[in-house]
């Protein structure tokens, strides 16, 4: 069974982690809320209780996830123990996404050289390495990208199927093909 960390910084995006974690929990894959602290505050304000601290555990699991949110991305790029534990992770060759403005963590240690991604827009003016694809989300190898809060749910989907999962199952369990079929007038 695939378990799957969302790392939770003060000032992250909820929409992005929250979003992520019930996804999968609906695909049922284990998937765990991991704190700088044991409660964390949001972009939003939003206060969440981690299942867990950060801690060296983090390499157990097999996907580790970076939601967005300026100041919670600000935190992790100043993480020094949770920047050493992403290249432990990634030289396993372990999943390790990151969504919105979160890729600049993994520019920071070096994950994108050669790699192809996509971060929330502007960012590839801020990452000088690896190849910029305008997509929703992209996946290269162990590295997993995706743009912005509002394509949470294809990012999560996409992490549903690449853990073997049956994302179709889950998204047309939350009438992810009917969501727009008939607006209101």
Request: with cysteine; charged share 20%; glycine share 6%.
């Given at each position: 069974m695939n378990k799957v960390a969302i790392i939770i910084a003060p000032g992250f995006e909820e929409g992005e982690?929250?979003?992520?974690?019930?996804?999968?929990?609906?695909?049922?894959?284990?998937?765990?809320?991991?704190?700088?602290?044991?409660?964390?505050?949001?972009?939003?304000?939003?206060?969440?209780q981690c299942d867990d601290i950060l801690d060296e555990t983090l390499i157990d699991y097999d996907m580790v996830i970076l939601p967005g949110g300026y100041e919670g991305v600000d935190t992790m790029l100043h993480h020094q123990q949770l920047l050493d534990l992403l290249v432990k992770m990634n030289k396993l060759e372990k999943y390790i996404c990151a969504m919105c403005a979160a890729p600049v963590v993994?520019?920071?240690i070096n994950l994108l050289v050669d790699k192809k991604y996509t971060a929330y827009q502007g960012y590839?003016?801020?990452?000088n390495q690896g190849q910029y694809l305008d997509?929703?989300?992209?996946?290269?190898h162990n590295i997993i990208t995706g743009r912005g809060p509002a394509t949470v749910y294809a990012f999560a989907y996409k992490i549903v199927e690449v853990l073997n999962g049956d994302a179709l199952a889950v998204k047309n369990k939350m009438l992810y093909y009917h969501a727009f079929d008939k607006e209101e007038k």
């Open positions: 982690a929250l979003t992520i974690a019930d996804i999968l929990k609906r695909a049922n894959i284990s998937c765990d809320l991991i704190g700088i602290q044991r409660y964390v505050e949001g972009g939003h304000h939003i206060i969440v993994l520019a920071k590839d003016q801020k990452i997509n929703i989300v992209v996946v290269d």
